[in-house]
Nanobody
Framework: QLQLVESGGGLVQPGGSLRLSCAAS??????????IGWFRQAPGKEREGVSC????????RYADSIEGRFTISRDGAENTVNLQMNSLKPEDTAIYYC?????????????????WGQGTQVTVSS
């Protein structure tokens, strides 16, 4: 019932920016907390956690490789999670997925998320 749809991917030059959005539906916040994570998978590499955010937005985490370049946030309705990506590098090229973990008080960057979107392609290239 919980569904996630990513958007905002595309082709960008090194050093450029993209803003990914994850629209979530099929759950209510009052029924329990839902952590949202962003993951990515590049060709020939395993999936890695990029960033995550708790239901309240009070907890956020980032992979070390992000190095302060990305910012995760929730919108006012708390049904959309954004990932603002700045100073993009070719190494950021991957399919980016958002994922939901219900009934979790914070957030994690592990693969334990229960619901996954279909992904959006991010390509950083000249």
């Amino acid at each position: 019932q919980l569904q996630l749809v990513e958007s905002g991917g595309g082709l960008v030059q090194p050093g450029g920016s993209l803003r990914l959005s994850c629209a979530a539906s099929g759950f209510t916040l009052r029924g329990g907390s839902v952590a949202i994570g962003w993951f990515r998978q590049a060709p020939g590499k395993e999936r890695e956690g990029v960033s995550c955010i708790s239901s309240s937005g009070g907890t956020t985490r980032y992979a070390d490789s992000i190095e302060g370049r990305f910012t995760i946030s929730r919108d006012g309705a708390e049904n959309t999670v954004n990932l603002q990506m700045n100073s993009l590098k070719p190494e950021d090229t991957a399919i980016y997925y958002c994922a939901a973990l219900p009934l979790f008080s914070g957030c994690v960057l592990s693969g334990r998320y229960k619901y996954w979107g279909q992904g959006t392609q991010v390509t950083v290239s000249s």
